[in-house]
């Protein structure tokens, strides 16, 4: 004959369900508690530290440079050439920006909206990230001396073996005379 409980169950004396399913949900918790407790740490130390964070963006004055210059500055341990076109230099990149281009982009995706005047392009060729000169080649923008790649006065890529066009890194003008890139 079954026993049964006081409440008609059949289930045996002294085993409460309710008591069992909060032992259940308690010791989980207290299995989740300590996995994040493990966890948090190991997480957190994959963040970048300070001082990388501190190298993530920089700030540039546009001052120091003149018409038809261009300067090198360092972002990420890579080159960033900050060029201030000429009215000439411009006009050659928009005539050219129906031409059947390998990567293509029109010369107005590749500046801020009203700044034309201002190219900013991370200075590693696409092909093997060699670091390319200005004024070189046929298109009057950049040239890859190590195997050939062109890029036009707009950084996109003309002739040679590089894939893409010169890498346009996240910026915003702070001022009309200051730049932050990253």
Avoid at 3 to 28: E, L, V, Y
Avoid at 152 to 169: E, Q
Wanted: net charge negative.
């Amino acid at each position: 004959m079954a026993t049964t409980n006081t409440d008609g169950h059949g289930a045996p004396p002294g085993d409460d369900p309710s008591r069992r399913d909060f032992i259940h949900i308690a010791a989980t918790a207290a299995a989740i508690g300590g996995v994040a407790a493990v966890a948090w740490p190991l997480i957190d130390q994959m963040n970048p530290s300070d001082d990388t964070l501190a190298l993530s963006s920089i700030e540039f004055d546009l001052t120091k440079v003149t018409e038809g210059q261009q300067v090198v500055v360092k972002w990420r341990s890579q080159p960033v050439f900050v060029r201030y076109r000429t009215a000439k230099e411009i006009n050659e990149a928009v005539a050219d920006d129906h031409k059947e281009l390998r990567d293509p982009a029109t010369d107005a995706s590749r500046h801020k909206p009203g700044k034309a005047q201002w190219l900013i392009v991370v200075g590693v060729c696409t092909h093997l990230g060699c670091v390319p000169n200005f004024g070189g080649g046929d298109y009057g923008g950049w040239f890859c001396p190590c195997h050939g790649s062109q890029y036009d006065t707009s950084g996109r890529i003309r002739k040679g073996p590089a894939p893409k066009n010169l890498a346009v890194p996240d910026y915003a003008f702070l001022t009309d005379t200051k730049v932050k890139i990253g």
